[in-house]
């Protein structure tokens, strides 16, 4: 079977390396693990942590290969998107410009099977848009990572950042929204992180998702188009609740008709929350995503293999959805089995 993975982490080794060199918050750390410790700015106690096996694209798809499907994979950041909002305006833009063209780079070695994501510091708009364009039109990357919070502050729905979505809109590009470890970790300390990783992560890109539907950004921009990680987070779960309170943001229609104008993927460690993301926004807005290496191919396909669904509907999910929504161009993709 031909499958895309729409959830999917590789990160430049020297850009992490180069960051170990930095003086004061932001920076990071040689871990045990072959990998970094990342510390955010204003030196919080959290540290998003990464192994050997988010640094070699070509171990990375030797993995995918020995999976017996031919997968092709979009690359975007995850929790490490908060870094370039953690540095001052300048320094962001230079990393992010940095970052984004490693990511083409690996696009054009690897034609129809990388696609990358952009880089993208929220702390001057201005510049958030000039990274953004310069990302698309000149680099050709498929979307833009949006974190869950800029730096530690969780208003990613600020008035001053209306131009950027509005520019997002205009260009037709997918923007990824994935939590940061900025906002909740401190609050649910302990537990050797469990209590955040486990719903803190959840609670963030939940946060963040309402917050660009309460905040009026998804009605006035109705071709922005925003992709939630971790099957959308709470958000399925709670929609009647989002609709019982949600008159207070004066919105034209109820919160759950903009939540489902958003996108998915099926990263959920259980086949029931997959079905439920699946159910809640349908076929037609679910990607096949795994957070490798966050999480394992392996389990993430024998779980979509328990819920039930039509060699149609399986198309979808596993490629098709991918293809429209990213709008990656199917003469790159290598031959459907």
């Known amino acids: 079977m031909h499958i895309i993975d729409s959830h999917f982490h590789w990160w430049p080794r020297p850009i992490l390396e180069r960051l170990c060199e930095r003086h004061g918050y ?20 959290f540290p998003v942590n990464s192994w050997a096996e988010w640094f ?24 490490l998107s908060i870094y370039f909002s953690d540095l001052p305006v300048a320094e962001g833009r230079a990393a992010a410009m940095e970052w984004n063209e490693a990511m083409a780079a690996a696009q054009q070695t690897y034609r129809g099977r990388f ?34 919070s800029i730096g530690p502050d969780a208003r990613i729905d600020a008035p001053r950042l209306e131009p950027f979505y509005a520019r997002a809109a ?9 939590p940061t470890d900025a906002i909740f970790a401190e609050m649910l300390d302990g537990y050797g992180g469990a209590l955040h990783l486990s719903l803190g992560r959840v609670m963030e890109v939940s946060t963040a998702a309402m917050r660009l539907i309460f905040s009026g950004i998804m009605e006035r921009h109705p071709a922005l188009r925003v992709i939630l ?12 609740r989002m609709d019982k309170n949600g008159g207070q943001a004066k919105l034209p229609q109820s919160p759950s008709v903009y939540m489902k104008r958003m996108f998915t993927d099926t990263v959920s460690p ?3 929350g997959m079905k439920f993301a699946i159910d809640y926004y349908g076929i037609d807005n679910v990607m096949y995503g ?5 999480w394992d191919p392996a389990t993430a396909l024998r ?3 328990e819920i039930d669904l039509s060699p149609a509907d399986q198309a979808k999910l596993f490629r098709d959805n991918a293809r429209r929504i990213l709008k990656l161009s199917a003469t790159e993709a290598r031959a459907a089995a």
């Open 56 to 79: 070699v694209l070509e171990e990375q798809f030797a993995h995918m290969d020995g999976l017996g499907h031919q997968i092709d994979v979009v690359g975007s950041i995850g929790p």
């Open 290 to 294: 795994t957070d490798y290496p966050c």
């Open 170 to 178: 205009e260009l037709d590009i997918p923007l990824f929204l994935h």
């Open 303 to 305: 779980l979509l293999n």
């Open 26 to 45: 932001p920076r990071a750390e040689v871990n045990k693990r072959g990998g970094y410790a990342y510390y955010g700015a204003e030196g919080r106690s």
């Open 229 to 240: 990680s971790h099957t959308g987070g709470a958000l399925p779960y709670q929609s009647g």
């Open 115 to 148: 696609w990358g994501t952009a880089a993208i510091p929220l702390v001057d708009t201005d510049v958030a848009i000039e990274v953004l364009n310069h990302a698309v039109t000149q680099l050709g990357l498929v979307g833009a990572n949006l974190p869950g």
């Open 270 to 272: 259980h086949s029931a």
